[in-house]
């Protein structure tokens, strides 16, 4: 079992930055792939960026791809998402996941844990 709880979520203006983190309890953390989603309402939850278990390999969508910047501590148990130059259509729940699993991982029907989100709002 593994338990996540996202922070560092907030309110910031068009082409501002922020930094989100996901601390992860239980079990053997460097053993999991580890993802960060986000929902926007009335939308899907969509894959936003994912890394691997040894940070070897990371994965953005191409809506993030330059701005976004995820990586993780182990020693910490810990997985980072640095959003910069961030949009108003950035504004969304940010889900972070955890799926058992030494690849990269970038489907929701994939990750075994969830964590319950931040929210993340850009004014124009």
């Known amino acids: 079992q593994v338990q996540l709880v996202e922070s560092g979520g907030g309110l910031v203006q068009a082409g501002g930055s922020l930094r989100l983190s996901c601390l992860a309890s239980?079990?053997?953390?460097?053993?999991?792939?580890m993802g960060w989603f986000r929902q926007a309402p009335g939308k899907v939850r969509e894959f936003v960026a994912a890394?691997?278990?040894?940070?070897?390999?990371?994965h953005y969508a191409d809506s993030v791809k330059g701005r976004f910047t995820i990586s993780r501590d182990n020693t910490r148990n810990t997985v980072y998402l640095q959003m910069n130059s961030l949009k108003p259509e950035d504004t969304a729940v940010y889900y972070c996941?955890?799926?058992?699993?030494?690849?990269?991982?970038?489907?929701?029907?994939?990750?075994?844990?969830w964590g319950q989100g931040t929210q993340v709002t850009v004014s124009s």
């Open positions: 996941a955890a799926d058992y699993s030494f690849g990269i991982v970038t489907t929701t029907e994939q990750y075994d844990y």
């Open positions: 239980g079990r053997a953390f460097s053993s999991y792939a």
């Open positions: 890394i691997s278990w040894s940070a070897g390999d990371t």
